[in-house]
């Protein structure tokens, strides 16, 4: 299984950009999807979870401007991020988990800079 993450740039601050996941090489589901982030020096972060049958939850940093969604594809999920602060700034991962195993995907560097 591989998770696969793009969408990641430089935006300024206010601005919005537009995270995708997708998991390939597995015909099943996957039980839930995560969006993490991290910054040199600092344990990765939960920002976002959805599950297999659509349940979410966004840490309360970024409650109000994050919302994370299935897309129509099998195993594929966006996080839609609002709002942008500089403190957003990070590098964003996808996790999905299948039954009892986690995958990651590759990160994506989000700046969010003027």
């Known amino acids: 299984v591989q998770l696969q993450a793009f969408g990641g740039g430089l935006v300024q601050p206010g601005g919005s950009l537009r995270l995708s996941c997708a998991a390939s090489?597995?015909?099943?589901?996957?039980?839930?999807m995560n969006w993490y982030r991290q910054t040199p020096g600092n344990q990765r972060e939960l920002v976002a979870t959805?599950?297999?049958?659509?349940?979410?939850n966004i840490v309360d940093s970024v409650k109000g401007r994050f919302t994370i969604s299935r897309g129509n594809a099998k195993n594929t999920v966006y996080l839609q991020m609002n709002s942008l602060k500089p403190e957003d700034t990070a590098v964003y991962y996808c996790?999905?988990?299948?039954?009892?195993?986690?995958?990651w995907g590759q990160g994506t560097l989000v700046t969010v800079s003027s």
């Open positions: 996790y999905g988990r299948l039954r009892s195993t986690g995958y």
């Open positions: 090489g597995t015909i099943y589901d996957m039980n839930l």
């Open positions: 959805i599950t297999f049958g659509g349940t979410t």
